[in-house]
């Protein structure tokens, strides 16, 4: 399942009969700085298993080569046909509209490799520590503001040069201005640290200079929107002449990904692209490979999504019949089911989703969940709360699965879960008003000093600036 947007300005809500198909629109207040910005916005923010492990397996070895990260790499999908992706910490931010205009891996992987660059030479090391310290929606919208202010459609800066970030001293020019200054000496630097880590790891960094040169000779791909990846990275013709060299001196530099990889990637684009941008899209990029896996796996999400649900399913069997160790074909059998008011079936295919999924993604048990609930009977009710509880401790900050974690419990009359579940929801949605105010409900009703009872303690007592107080 690729969430997508229903209505563009909403909180919406994963509703079963929208399964699969809405993006998470989350209003998330800026806790950068520590007070609450004037731009609280609407954040578009896509989960889906399948592409956020890709991202990441394209991720993992740049991160160990830079000595960034031993274990997992926290993956963002920003919902935007714009190119950008930026790395804080162990999260790497990108807009699905960056994964869609990369032809190959990579493309993608040298873009990661310069951002790990930054990262590794502590540059804008204070800006870093406070996205870090922020929550998941907090920082995507402090980068969405961040475009649209360089872009100039905003003025409000308030929020932005609180947390320390140069773009926001002012208009456009003038960010744009003190971003090139300090920027020059920090770009070539990422340029040749990507090199190393590509080197390392035995990868080419032609999709790196391919991505760069596009930027720095054409108008961005997205007409009179402005990328805000090229923004904050400007690319001189000398920048690239000397990156150019440094990716032609490499032993690597016809090295190819590997076909299993850029099958994933070609999947993971026919998905974007039935989803994101519609049967047109999608067909404009089967067009390109007719008959091929990635192709066959469109055709069963476009049939999916336009409400084909036999023919769908059909495709789908037969793309499981091809690759049976493929959990995301799985996933998308049980999205059919749902849909087609199965939940039964569709629990058994998310099961198997669950059992075969290597990068053990939280948003798997959730859907599972979802399905357990959706049987109905008092025993799969409390098989769906384990399930998405499951899901949970894998991915804590997973908004929507709180929300149906406490429809879950309310249908079992556990009212405390149900409203600590709420509280933590709007907690990570960065709505800490009414998580504060469900989790003293909850407190009410649970015994002084029980785990849920402390949870909800945590959540009344947290202060936006990133701190708890005891
Ligand atoms: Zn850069």
Same mark, same amino acid.
């Given at each position: 399942?690729?969430?997508?947007?229903?209505?563009?300005?909403?909180?919406?809500?994963?509703?079963?009969?929208?399964?699969?198909?809405?993006?998470?629109?989350?209003?998330?207040?800026?806790?950068?700085?520590?007070?609450?910005?004037?731009?609280?916005?609407?954040?578009?923010?896509?989960?889906?298993?399948?592409?956020?492990?890709?991202?990441?397996?394209?991720?993992?070895?740049?991160?160990?080569?830079?000595?960034?990260?031993?274990?997992?790499?926290?993956?963002?999908?920003?919902?935007?046909?714009?190119?950008?992706?930026?790395?804080?910490?162990?999260?790497?931010?990108?807009?699905?509209?960056?994964?869609?205009?990369?032809?190959?891996?990579?493309?993608?992987?040298?873009?990661?490799?310069?951002?790990?660059?930054?990262?590794?030479?502590?540059?804008?090391?204070?800006?870093?520590?406070?996205?870090?310290?922020?929550?998941?929606?907090?920082?995507?919208?402090?980068?969405?503001?961040?475009?649209?202010?360089?872009?100039?459609?905003?003025?409000?800066?308030?929020?932005?040069?609180?947390?320390?970030?140069?773009?926001?001293?002012?208009?456009?020019?003038?960010?744009?201005?003190?971003?090139?200054?300090?920027?020059?000496?920090?770009?070539?630097?990422?340029?040749?640290?990507?090199?190393?880590?590509?080197?390392?790891?035995?990868?080419?960094?032609?999709?790196?200079?391919?991505?760069?040169?596009?930027?720095?000779?054409?108008?961005?791909?997205?007409?009179?929107?402005?990328?805000?990846?090229?923004?904050?990275?400007?690319?001189?013709?000398?920048?690239?002449?000397?990156?150019?060299?440094?990716?032609?001196?490499?032993?690597?530099?016809?090295?190819?990904?590997?076909?299993?990889?850029?099958?994933?990637?070609?999947?993971?684009?026919?998905?974007?692209?039935?989803?994101?941008?519609?049967?047109?899209?999608?067909?404009?990029?089967?067009?390109?490979?007719?008959?091929?896996?990635?192709? @066959? *796996?469109?055709?069963?999400?476009?049939?999916? =999504?336009?409400?084909?649900? /036999? !023919?769908? $399913? &059909?495709?789908?069997?037969?793309?499981?019949?091809?690759?049976?160790?493929?959990?995301?074909?799985?996933?998308?059998?049980?999205?059919?089911?749902?849909?087609?008011?199965?939940?039964?079936?569709?629990?058994?295919?998310?099961?198997?989703?669950?059992?075969?999924?290597?990068?053990?993604?939280?948003?798997?048990?959730?859907?599972?969940?979802?399905?357990?609930?959706?049987?109905?009977?008092?025993?799969?009710?409390?098989?769906?709360?384990?399930?998405?509880?499951?899901?949970?401790?894998?991915?804590?900050?997973?908004?929507?699965?709180? @929300? *149906?974690?406490?429809?879950?419990?309310?249908? =079992?009359?556990?009212?405390? /879960? !149900?409203? $600590? &579940?709420?509280?933590?929801?709007?907690?990570?949605?960065?709505?800490?008003?009414?998580?504060?105010?469900?989790?003293?409900?909850?407190?009410?009703?649970?015994?002084?000093?029980?785990?849920?009872?402390?949870?909800?303690?945590?959540?009344?007592?947290?202060?936006?600036?990133?701190?708890?107080?005891?």
């Amino acid at each position: 399942m690729l969430s997508r947007p229903r209505s563009t300005f909403s909180i919406s809500s994963l509703g079963r009969t929208a399964r699969g198909f809405a993006t998470l629109l989350l209003a998330a207040a800026i806790a950068v700085s520590g007070s609450v910005s004037a731009f609280a916005q609407n954040v578009p923010v896509v989960r889906d298993a399948e592409i956020e492990a890709l991202v990441r397996d394209y991720a993992r070895p740049i991160f160990k080569a830079a000595g960034l990260a031993n274990d997992g790499v926290n993956i963002i999908l920003v919902n935007d046909q714009s190119f950008n992706a930026f790395v804080t910490g162990r999260r790497l931010f990108i807009n699905t509209g960056a994964l869609m205009m990369a032809e190959t891996p990579n493309e993608i992987i040298g873009v990661i490799a310069h951002e790990a660059g930054h990262i590794a030479g502590g540059h804008q090391q204070k800006l870093r520590e406070q996205l870090e310290r922020a929550k998941t929606m907090a920082i995507i919208a402090t980068l969405l503001g961040a475009g649209a202010i360089v872009a100039g459609a905003t003025t409000n800066s308030r929020g932005l040069a609180g947390a320390g970030m140069g773009v926001a001293a002012g208009g456009g020019e003038m960010a744009q201005r003190s971003i090139l200054a300090y920027q020059r000496t920090e770009e070539t630097t990422a340029d040749r640290s990507a090199i190393t880590y590509l080197n390392a790891t035995g990868q080419s960094g032609m999709g790196m200079l391919k991505t760069f040169g596009r930027f720095q000779s054409a108008l961005s791909l997205s007409g009179a929107q402005v990328d805000p990846y090229r923004i904050s990275h400007p690319m001189p013709q000398e920048r690239i002449a000397n990156l150019e060299v440094l990716v032609k001196q490499s032993p690597y530099v016809d090295k190819v990904d590997p076909p299993a990889l850029q099958q994933r990637h070609d999947m993971m684009r026919v998905k974007i692209a039935a989803y994101m941008g519609g049967q047109a899209a999608a067909t404009r990029l089967m067009r390109k490979s007719p008959g091929s896996l990635a192709s @066959r *796996y469109g055709e069963a999400q476009l049939a999916y =999504l336009y409400g084909n649900l /036999a !023919a769908s $399913l &059909a495709k789908t069997n037969a793309l499981i019949k091809e690759q049976p160790k493929n959990p995301y074909f799985q996933e998308l059998r049980g999205d059919i089911l749902m849909k087609a008011n199965k939940p039964k079936d569709a629990a058994d295919a998310y099961a198997k989703a669950v059992s075969l999924d290597p990068a053990r993604s939280g948003l798997l048990p959730v859907s599972y969940g979802q399905a357990l609930m959706a049987v109905g009977t008092p025993k799969s009710l409390k098989k769906a709360v384990v399930q998405i509880n499951n899901g949970l401790g894998r991915d804590r900050e997973n908004a929507e699965g709180y @929300r *149906y974690l406490a429809q879950a419990y309310g249908e =079992l009359g556990n009212i405390p /879960a !149900a409203e $600590l &579940a709420t509280a933590e929801g709007r907690f990570y949605s960065g709505d800490y008003k009414n998580a504060k105010i469900f989790a003293m409900r909850a407190q009410q009703k649970l015994k002084r000093g029980e785990p849920g009872w402390l949870r909800a303690q945590d959540i009344i007592n947290y202060a936006p600036s990133g701190k708890i107080k005891k």
